[in-house]
């Protein structure tokens, strides 16, 4: 099988900048996929973080002005990726947040830094560097998408294209007076281009004009063709039906592997998933909570918003500590939401504990300690929490929506017979509905045995990028151009 080159290009990677689950996907992508004979480099804006980290790094390409200043492409190597990264100072040397400003809010030239992550990245799809020319060109999300537009544009031949939709609730839709910095032709300001609701998508534009489209679950590819979850976009996509293929997120399973967890209090593995009960001790001791390894311990690891249906938990909390649940909550977001757990953690701290903000190894403390964890989201394209639940034989309890609908198996009366569950589901999601799974999942706690069953399915379930890198790499071979 010959290697097929392929540019990632993303405006996240873990480890070196993370907001969420698509810098997880386009850090453990690249070692998954050099198994499948696939060698992906990643195109990354040079943020503080990424080129402090940049080992060795040599300039490969040069811009006298791109979007507002000179920028030079470097290469190099960070936390065993390889990556290009756009030293840009005017763009994008700014500490925090990729996105936001110390305000708060969206830089307000995030069309203009965005946009050249696209046009970059579409120069090195068409052979700026001659070191590597790939064959196909993914883009992630609308920070990315502008990449294939460009590549759509170009004249002479270019490499195939493919776009993951992360969240297409966030789409990069800026007014119609960027259009003439962008670079493109006049004819590309229509309803067939990028134009979107009289401005310019960016989203929009990717996902009419890459060759494929994937998106990160196949319940969520299904459910964004609809006007409840399209957000707009699912008439397009509708269109576009056939380009459009749902391919389910791993995780790293060396980074997430409970047996050499060193953020843990105790390793165990499935063959020695009796040992796991300290560390659920050593969560009720960092949360202050009361002792007691038969108390059932709810987790909650996430960002604090309605999309992630955290309003509905704080609804059903009240119930959830009166039958004698305990609550950990480790998050940050909405003020609200962050206000209204802090104060259920005041008024009983030995039921209730909180950690607002996000701490790595805290989480894998969480994973490992929690009895379930639960994730009521409205919407959620993939989701990486109950995938390391799973991992760490925490139940996960989710919404039957996306994702999660995809890699949690409930424990109905058919999946416990067949031995096959791994979670809760539920549906709508609501209050009641979310109250009504927290009770059947008192009720599992309250059984031993079956608790430690699903805990092992759980655990057993094959999570990792095996599966999901092979399915990208049958997506390139099929949209591959011949290299140069």
């Known amino acids: 099988m010959s290697e097929l ?8 990677i873990f480890p070196l900048v993370k907001t969420g689950g698509l810098a997880d996907v ?3 992508l690249p070692a998954a996929l050099a198994r499948e004979g696939v060698e992906m480099r990643t195109l990354v804006p040079a943020y503080p973080a990424v080129i402090a980290k940049l080992a060795g790094a040599s300039t490969t390409h040069e811009y006298a002005d791109l979007f507002g200043g000179p920028a030079r492409v470097v290469a190099g190597k960070a936390a065993e990726l390889d990556l290009f990264a756009i030293d840009a100072p005017h763009l994008f040397d700014r500490p925090g947040n990729p996105y936001l400003g110390p305000d708060g809010l969206d830089w307000p030239d995030n069309a203009r830094r965005f946009a050249a992550l696209g046009r970059v990245g579409a120069d090195i799809g068409l052979g700026a560097i001659d070191a590597f020319r790939p064959q196909v060109v993914h883009a992630h999300d609308w920070q990315g998408a502008l990449a294939p537009a460009y590549l759509h544009y170009a004249d002479g031949p270019r490499p195939g ?5 992360h969240n297409i609730a966030f789409q990069g839709h800026f007014p119609a007076s960027i259009f003439a910095e962008l670079g493109l032709p006049a004819g590309a300001l229509t309803i067939d281009g990028i134009e979107y609701f009289g401005g310019v998508g960016y989203l929009k534009a990717g996902l009419l004009l890459s060759d494929r489209i994937t998106t990160v679950s196949p319940t969520y590819a299904r459910e964004i063709m609809t006007p409840e979850f399209g957000m707009a976009l699912d008439g397009l996509l509708r269109t576009r039906a056939a380009a459009v293929q749902g391919i389910v997120n791993g995780i790293d399973d060396t980074v997430w592997n409970p047996a050499t967890d060193a953020a843990l209090a105790q390793n165990y593995s499935a063959l020695r998933i009796d040992m796991r ?3 659920k001790t050593a969560l009720q001791t960092r949360m202050g909570l009361a002792g007691g390894v038969n108390r059932p311990l709810f987790s909650v690891v996430s960002r604090l918003s309605d999309q992630k249906g955290l309003d509905l938990l704080l609804e059903a909390l009240p119930g959830l500590i009166a039958k004698g649940g305990q609550l950990a909550l480790l998050g940050s977001g909405d003020r609200a939401l962050e206000e209204g757990f802090t104060a259920a953690a005041a008024a009983r701290p030995d039921s209730v504990g909180c950690v607002i903000g996000y701490d790595e190894k805290l989480a894998h403390l969480f994973q490992a300690g929690a009895d379930f964890i639960v994730v009521p989201s409205r919407f959620e394209p993939c989701g ?3 995938l390391c639940a799973l991992r760490y034989g925490a139940v996960p309890i989710v919404a039957r929506v996306g994702g999660l609908a995809d890699t949690v198996i409930d424990a109905n009366q058919a999946a416990t017979a067949a031995g096959v569950a791994t979670g809760v589901q539920f549906y709508p999601p609501s209050a009641e509905a979310l109250a009504y ?11 031993p045995a079956m608790s430690r069953r699903l805990k092992l399915n759980g655990m057993r379930s094959d999570v990792s990028w095996r599966g999901p890198a092979q399915r990208y790499a049958a997506l390139y071979r099929a949209l591959a151009r011949p290299a140069e």
């Open 26 to 28: 386009a850090g453990a």
């Open 437 to 447: 799974a927290l009770d059947r999942a008192l009720e599992i706690g309250r059984d």
């Open 161 to 165: 294209t493919a776009i993951t939709i």
């Open 384 to 386: 990486l929490t109950q």
């Open 5 to 12: 080159k392929v540019l990632s290009v993303a405006s996240e």
């Open 277 to 279: 009960v300290r560390n």
